[in-house]
T-cell receptor, first 112, second 115 residues
Framework: GEDVEQSLFLSVREGDSSVINCTYTDSSSTYLYWYKQEPGAGLQLLTYIFSNMDMKQDQRLTVLLNKKDKHLSLRIADTQTGDSAIYFC????????????FGTGTQLKVEL | GAGVSQSPSNKVTEKGKDVELRCDPISGHTALYWYRQRLGQGLEFLIYFQGNSAPDKSGLPSDRFSAERTGESVSTLTIQRTQQEDSAVYLC?????????????FGPGTRLTVL
């Protein structure tokens, strides 16, 4: 079956850049997503990238996609304490309807 | 307008009991999804509705799990004869049409604990 993997934990200092990595196995995925989950809050879509793109930038967020290696990354520039959260990558599952397959999540801790 | 709401926010039940979890999607959203998040894990897809029909039930873990949606609005996820491994946060999401570029908006979840 499909599999999406992420490292579990990342710690950075405020003001540094954070890079969260994700690998996936489903070569047919046409869209890949990054979600943010803050304590006590629901999942929030941050950004998505279409599979024929290799980069997408949205303010402090940069998504890089290496389709050959099935590797997706999220770079957060000038990381702030408010960016502390769990970040999930997800890909679109097979069969239509846009059901998502999520990774296990990367907990980002931003230290002063 | 209001976002996706779920009730109850927390549910503690005894093994063997049935539970019903409710999801109110964003008004006008035709697609509705149920996911399960076990402690320390990512979300697992359970079932997807387009309108009132469920074209994809592939994620339901067993026949103890069922879901329905009425009036292209509210959905109920029912777990019969609950087991301890059913303990998880159950998340509901809705999107406008179920297209890949339609944002899935998630509710706050129902935390289910089976004793």
């Amino acid at each position: 079956g499909e599999d999406v993997e992420q490292s579990l934990f990342l710690s950075v200092r405020e003001g540094d850049s954070s890079v969260i990595n994700c690998t996936y196995t489903d070569s047919s995925s046409t869209y890949l997503y990054w979600y943010k989950q803050e304590p006590g809050a629901g999942l929030q879509l941050l950004t998505y990238i279409f599979s024929n793109m290799d980069m997408k930038q949205d303010q402090r967020l940069t998504v890089l996609l290496n389709k050959k290696d099935k590797h997706l990354s999220l770079r957060i520039a000038d990381t702030q304490t408010g960016d502390s959260a769990i970040y999930f990558c997800a890909d679109e599952g097979a069969g239509g309807g846009n059901k998502l397959t999520f990774g296990t999540g990367t907990q980002l801790k931003v230290e002063l | 307008g209001a976002g996706v709401s779920q009730s109850p926010s927390n549910k503690v039940t005894e093994k063997g009991k049935d539970v019903e979890l409710r999801c109110d999607p964003i008004s006008g959203h035709t697609a509705l999804y149920w996911y399960r998040q076990r402690l320390g894990q990512g979300l697992e897809f359970l079932i997807y509705f387009q309108g009132n029909s469920a074209p994809d039930k592939s994620g339901l873990p067993s026949d103890r799990f069922s879901a329905e949606r009425t009036g292209e609005s509210v959905s109920t996820l029912t777990i019969q004869r609950t087991q301890q491994e059913d303990s998880a946060v159950y998340l509901c999401a809705s999107s406008l049409r179920g297209q890949p570029t339609d944002t899935q908006y998630f509710g706050p979840g129902t935390r289910l604990t089976v004793l």
